[in-house]
Structures are given as structure tokens and as C-alpha cells.
């Protein structure tokens, strides 16, 4: 049985780790946008008003009426399930791909375009773009499986070469 090794470019790894990187930092501040908005709509738990919520909390429940605060962090809330969604799975897969890339520079762009079109995605979500917010997320999810071709690739054609 032949042992397969899979060849991985420095650049490649860097980029992605960076990706990574910038990512989760992205995913905390949209965390703490929304928790703040939660708190102003005053959707956060009762107690919370205890260590600094401005007005009182409770869920949402009883309000009996849509505010602009609600609204905004419902929009957050929907933002991050979204991020919950997508953020994971991507960057799992472009990990996945990295050992066995058939081009390390394509990686590297798919990796980077993966990282700036969910960005872009929140931006867009955030600021109530819908039709900008429907293209990044398409774009991104495009550079993600881009990506997975790359190493399906690179994968295939290590196996035929041992």
C-alpha cells in the first residue's frame, strides 16, 4: 500500500489561518452588535438589568408592540443564525481542502473571497440590503465549493500519482 502525502504550500496555510482569524473576530463583534441591541429592545433576561441594562428586560414578552429596537434585534439575531449556519461548514471545508490543493494560489483567493463576501454578507444584512446581502452570500458559498474542487483535484490527482 502506497502512503499518500499530501504537499501544502506555507501560503496557503497562513491565509487560511488568517481567514479564520479574521472570521471569528468578525462573528464576535456582530455578537456583541446584537447583544447590545437585544438589551435596548429589551429582549434580554430579567435580571440582566441588574448588571447595567439601561431599561427593563424581559424577553420581549408583554411588550404588546413592534419598536424599532425589536426590529433591529431580531435582525441581529437572524444575522448571527445565519453566521451559525455558514461560518462553520466553510471554513471546515476550506481546512478539509488545504492538504491537498491542486493550486495553492486559488486556495488562497477562494479562502480570501470566502472571508470578504461573509463580511460583506453582514454589512448587507445589517443595513437591510437584501439584494447585496442575496449576492455576497452566493459568492461566498461559490469560493467555498471553488475551493473543494480545488482539492477534489489536488486529491485525484494524488491518488493516480502513487
Do not use: Y
Not at 440590503?129 to 489536488?154: H, K, Q, T
Amino acid at each position: 500500500m502506497t502512503h499518500l502525502e499530501p504537499i501544502v504550500d506555507k501560503n496557503t496555510v497562513i491565509a487560511t489561518f488568517i481567514v479564520t482569524i479574521v472570521l471569528f473576530f468578525k462573528f464576535l463583534v456582530c455578537s456583541l452588535k446584537q447583544a447590545k441591541a437585544r438589551g435596548k429592545a429589551g429582549l434580554r433576561a430579567p435580571e440582566d438589568v441588574k448588571v447595567g441594562s439601561v431599561r427593563q428586560q424581559n424577553f420581549g414578552v408583554g411588550e404588546g408592540k413592534e419598536t424599532v429596537e425589536h426590529e433591529s434585534a431580531v435582525r441581529w439575531n437572524a444575522l448571527i443564525r445565519n453566521d451559525v449556519e455558514h461560518l462553520p461548514s466553510g471554513l471546515l471545508l476550506l481546512w478539509a481542502s488545504l492538504p491537498f490543493v491542486k493550486n495553492a494560489n486559488a486556495h488562497i483567493a477562494f479562502a480570501v473571497g470566502f472571508c470578504v463576501f461573509r463580511i460583506l454578507h453582514s454589512v448587507f444584512f445589517a443595513s437591510a440590503v437584501p439584494s447585496l446581502r442575496f449576492l455576497s452570500f452566493l459568492l461566498s458559498l461559490a469560493c467555498v465549493i471553488a475551493a473543494v474542487v480545488n482539492g477534489l483535484v489536488g486529491l485525484d490527482e494524488l491518488v493516480k500519482s502513487n
